[in-house]
């Protein structure tokens, strides 16, 4: 029988490998444990584990009721690192008596019903009995929503933040005055931090609440939303966002070593599995009492005030020009580009997020990513069709943590400054944009409701001055499924792909995305969770096989705009064609530039990549020259991995003599219309060589406004 650490021992071993243990191929990584092991390929151990010290406590029967009729009692007492948060035989009966007698519920008592041979008097069973009477179905949320496949101690509950869990969704946590934690709202710890071979349970006086509401029913029941509730519905986007699965998808585990012979379509060779695919939203909402700071006391005050802002939209929102669209001013709300449709659908993100997932935040686990003064952001396509918002966390403001959508700073991404995103007097703020509440949020059975103190509309500053400027959109953003399936989400460790980087990826099915199309279908998807990745936000998308396929840019203003990629040269890279198109069709797409050969090496002449740090104009000229031959050094914005450390000399831009490196690739300028959509294609030139992938950490849009800016030049951030 192996000898296994104890917790505080693991920890501070998974902390060594973490930051000690490079991973050829572009990044580092470390252990942690898979969220949804195969039970097949684990071993039961001496010792008290979760399960066994659940059995031995009589307060928590009803909880391992339901534990056992989903399996999961055997998960618990296998090797692996949890989480149990244990209610209380009294806080699931009180949640089995609030689910039967729920008078509005849309299937009758929520699903629950009479156990074959048992009484069909629901209030006179006996307490164990009653337990009975839930669903497998409901037995298996209870169970997966009450789990996590990550050490959290109590010290790691206290303040305000969410827990993910095994379910795929998060619940919410805070810290009272007097020191207690309270689990989504209604649970409390009443005993923490109790310590097994596998993990640690914290017993909880009540079941952790699932929200089983979908977002129009939240903000219509909540009275702070009067107007925007009032306006989300007679649009009909309330009807938009009922979705909440694309249903399971397979695929088939694979790894470096074994990646060869025919691919089946489904996602490589090896052991197949199982993957949801769910659907979520983010909409951001303003209050009543924000409406009322802005003139707006009514929903025709708002209907007026709709009408004011997109009434004339044509003059800077592409889309409606390029397409002949007028913009509607009636009473026909449903109509998507009646002016008030317009307006709310620009509140509606594709993806769910808790506040705290809306940017790659810094903080203890990312001290390694943003390099000093790089600001956290992201960019998110609305509801309003081809638009992009950008949500972005400037450190500079408040305490850094403050959040604002749509701000506009001048000449941002340009700098007059060496070493620096430039200087004030350069980047006066417009527009501070519109802040989001970072508590009162709104969570629906599907996704989230934020409160933001402004009112948003996509005006004429959003696509002329916040999106005049180099967008480097994450993979994420472009795979909102990502998002959606708490992929992004996830660590290294946590990933189903069993090869020599210990679970750092996640096999994806190859049919996973709706804005990826498939040329071949000797493909696999791999997403590399976050870890100690060399990428821009601490993740990317791995590209395996007989790769042929494209996926949708997002939609940016109209304009011409340089594209580009960054990839880590390596002797196992691949060699392939880009292509660009309005359509995913083949017949649509150009070959963009010349075939690129990622395995061409850093000190070649082609790439022509010089020590920076060492010149005296800190690679200034050597940056026009290498821009020349297509290629850029990796931003500043996120350190690398090099002899210099965590510091400015050793992010991505500088990382020169460490052996690893980081390089953009120029694919070349594009005429982009907002009214078109826009598609990228990858094509290997080595179909051969089925262990050779291709990376997408980020793609950059960069306006040529910015490119050819004769006063200032492009920060290296």
Not at 42 to 71: H, K, M, P, W
Not at 184 to 211: C, M, Q, W, Y
Not at 241 to 270: C, D, H, W
Not at 680 to 706: A, H, Q, W, Y
Request: hydrophobic fraction near 35%; charge should be negative; glycine fraction near 8%.
């Amino acid at each position: 029988m192996k000898q296994y650490l104890n917790n505080k021992t693991k920890e501070w071993f998974r902390f060594i490998v973490y930051i000690l243990l490079p991973l050829v191929g572009g990044g580092w990584m470390g252990v942690a444990c898979n969220p949804e092991p195969d039970e097949s390929d684990l071993y039961t151990f001496t010792g008290e584990t979760i399960e066994s010290y659940i059995q031995r406590d009589s307060s928590l029967t009803a909880f391992n009721y339901i534990l056992s009729r989903v399996g999961y009692d055997r998960m618990m007492a296998a090797y692996g690192t949890y989480t149990c948060f244990a209610p209380t035989n009294e806080g699931v009966l009180e949640y089995c008596d609030s689910l039967y007698n729920d008078p509005e519920a849309v299937i009758p008592h929520n699903g629950m019903r009479q156990p074959e041979g048992e009484s069909s008097n629901y209030s006179s069973s006996p307490d164990d009995v009653r337990v009975k009477w839930l669903s497998d179905s409901l037995c298996l949320n209870i169970a997966r929503y009450h789990l996590t496949s990550t050490y959290r101690n109590i010290v790691s509950l206290t303040g305000n933040g969410e827990v993910s869990t095994l379910l795929g969704y998060e619940f919410s946590f805070s810290s009272t005055t007097d020191g207690k934690t309270i689990l989504g709202d209604k649970a409390i710890i009443i005993s923490s931090d109790n310590e097994t071979t596998n993990g640690l349970v914290h017993i909880i006086d009540n079941v952790i609440p699932r929200f089983t509401r979908f977002i129009g029913d939240m903000l219509e029941r909540d009275e702070g939303y009067t107007i925007f509730s009032e306006a989300f519905h007679r649009t009909g986007l309330c009807d938009s966002v009922l979705r909440y699965s694309k249903g399971q998808f397979e695929y088939k585990q694979m790894t470096r070593e074994n990646f060869s012979g025919s691919i089946s379509p489904a996602n490589g060779p090896g052991s197949t599995g199982k993957v949801d695919c769910k659907v979520g939203y983010t909409v951001f909402a303003e209050s009543d009492e924000v409406m009322r700071a802005n003139g707006i006391n009514s929903f025709d005050d708002l209907v007026a005030y709709a009408n004011k802002q997109y009434g004339q939209a044509a003059d800077w929102y592409d889309y409606l020009s390029e397409n002949g669209i007028t913009v509607s001013t009636g009473n026909d709300y449903t109509n998507r580009f009646n002016a008030l449709n317009m307006f709310v659908a620009y509140h509606i993100l594709n993806a769910s997020m808790t506040v705290n997932q809306l940017v790659f935040e810094k903080g203890s686990s990312t001290y390694w990513n943003y390099a000093p003064d790089a600001d956290p952001y992201d960019y998110y396509e609305t509801m309003l069709p081809h638009t992009l918002m950008k949500i972005w966390e400037p450190v500079s403001v408040g305490s850094g943590k403050s959040l604002f959508i749509n701000r506009y700073r001048m000449n941002n991404t340009l700098t007059d400054e060496i070493l620096s995103q430039g200087s004030q007097a350069m980047h006066e703020v417009v527009r501070a944009g519109i802040p989001v509440l970072r508590t009162g949020s709104l969570q629906a059975y599907n996704g989230y409701v934020h409160p933001i103190n402004g009112m948003l509309v996509y005006d004429r500053i959003v696509p002329k001055g916040v999106l005049n400027e180099r967008m480097r959109v994450n993979c994420t953003s472009l795979f909102p499924e990502l998002i959606n399936n708490r992929f992004r989400y996830w660590s290294t460790g946590d990933g189903n792909i069993p090869d020599t980087h210990d679970t750092s990826r996640q096999g994806i099915p190859s049919n996973y995305f709706d804005n990826v199309v498939l040329y071949d279908n000797n493909i696999c998807f791999a997403y590399c969770l976050r870890g100690a990745w060399r990428s821009f936000q601490a993740d990317q998308m791995q590209f395996w096989g007989q790769y042929d396929f494209a996926f949708r840019l997002p939609s940016v203003p109209t304009g011409t705009y340089e594209i580009r990629v960054v990839y880590a040269p390596m002797s196992y890279g691949s060699f392939m064609q880009y292509y660009i198109g309005t359509s995913s069709s083949v017949s649509s797409m150009q070959a963009l530039g010349l075939p690129f050969d990622a395995t061409v090496g850093v000190e070649d002449p082609r790439i022509g990549l010089t020590n920076a740090w060492e010149e005296e104009d800190k690679g200034v000229t050597t940056d026009v020259a290498m821009h020349n031959r297509n290629y850029m050094r990796g931003p500043h914005s996120y350190t690398g991995h090099g002899e210099k450390g965590y510091t400015e000399k050793g992010s991505a831009r500088f990382e020169f003599g460490t052996g690893s490196y980081t390089i953009r690739y120029v694919l070349g300028r594009v005429e982009i219309h907002q009214g078109n959509e826009n598609w990228l294609r990858i094509k290997t030139l080595n179909p051969d060589s089925k262990t050779n992938p291709v990376g997408l950490d980020f793609v950059e849009l960069v306006p040529t406004s910015v490119l050819d800016n004769q006063q200032y030049i492009e920060d290296w951030y």
